[in-house]
């Protein structure tokens, strides 16, 4: 298999794929050592992944450029990707023994009966990634899964196949064994061969196409499944915001990674009162964004992944601008590093290069407000008042985050108890955090990870029912 650099187009290595002969094979060999890895206490799979933080910690400048170099995340994003990532391992280390330890719930000596709850690994868990933060998206599921005792199937994107050899080969260096933490290299192929092997657990970070192909998949073997797919992410910026702070804040939310964040901002809803104000400040930031070659310090705005991806964001283009709206900034294919930011024509040509793109005058008929653009593109829609945004942000078929913009956080909490998100944000966007559900709700997924809800989910539960002989 080929690994691409988005920036230039040009190969930076060939990988060996798995065929499914070797995903059978890996299956068996991971099912085999399963058992005695959750024989061992859980503090010493604790202290085997403490070892991979400090590994992570130790490689993070090799591995950023690394990332950089298949994914085209600009170096200064993955390094902050891989020191973030560290917390969330810290989160599932110091959690882990006491969320999986057993629970008496009735202990009653007169009548010699107790009732526990034992925490059991649910087995052989296949983790399918996305490319667009290997590290979060894997660790979210993998650490914990095999904290708690599991074996590990784990197959990152095609797109970030090198990350995903380098996270295989730390954890194999720090004692996983290899059998147990299974490496699957490949593309859809592979993914669906993963799918066919009776493990019990799937959990998958992607799309809602292949989520739901997968789902549909292991509906019929009841295997457990945890989802978190796309999202068209709204933010409401209400009339008595600091206007200046929430149009900065809010480009960061959308333009980070190149928009190829779950959580990017997608959308933006703005009361007519501040609306031209925030466009201008908006556009301004936009427009300072230093767009280019992804290993330089300074680039904020890199290639973006997947050249398919070009074709969606030109069309949510089109599609607006025939329906009436109007691109303030951007709105083509260029390649900044050779043709300087803004450049597009034949130079587009190299690398995977798309003009960050602000468009307003935008209604809910445009592709670009209703279906997942992942890319650095945003629509910046005027509203009259509270009741009219909230109807907005609702009117999609997804739900993983939701914000609004205000000084009032009664007003605001009244507005997000009413968005069927799985998150929620008051004057922020785009974060994350490890002691917190990371859910999506309709086409944004099923599950959760993260938090303590995201430890549990590895486990299943066994009950006791214990009487003490009289
Ligand atoms: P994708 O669905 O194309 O691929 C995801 C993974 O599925 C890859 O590893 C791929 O090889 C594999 N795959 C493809 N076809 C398969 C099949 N038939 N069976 C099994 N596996 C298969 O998605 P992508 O382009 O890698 O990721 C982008 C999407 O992921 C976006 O929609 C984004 O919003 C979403 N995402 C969501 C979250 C979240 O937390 N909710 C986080 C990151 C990304």
Known sequence: MRIVNPADGSEVAEVDADSSDTIVEKYAAARQAQPAWASRPVSERVDVLRRFRAMVVYRAEDLAPLLTCETGKPVAQARSELDAVVERIDFFLDSVESVTADDVVLDDPSGGLREVIVHEPLGVVANISAWNYPYFVGTNVFVPALLCGNAVMYKPSEL???????????????????????????????????????VDGLFFTGSYTTGLRIAEALAPRLTPVGLELGGKDPVYVTDDVDVAAAAESLADGAFYNAGQSCCSVERIYVHESVHDQFVDAFVTTVKGFVVGDPTEDATYVGPVARQPQLAVLEAQVDDAVAKGATVLTGGHRGQAGLAGHGGHGESAARGYWFEPTVVVDVTHEMALMRDESFGPIIGIQRVNDDAEALALMNDTDYGLTAGVFCRDEGRARALLAQVDSGTAYWNCCDRVSPRLPWSGRNHSGIGSTLSTTGIEVFCRPKAFHLRSPS
């Not at 050899?165 to 669906?192: K, R, S």
């Open 160 to 198: 970030a196949s090198l990350t995903g050899q380098a996270i295989a080969e730390m954890l194999w260096n720090v004692g996983v064994p290899e059998d147990l933490f299974a490496l699957v290299i490949g593309a859809g192929q592979a993914g669906a061969a993963l799918v066919d092997q009776p």
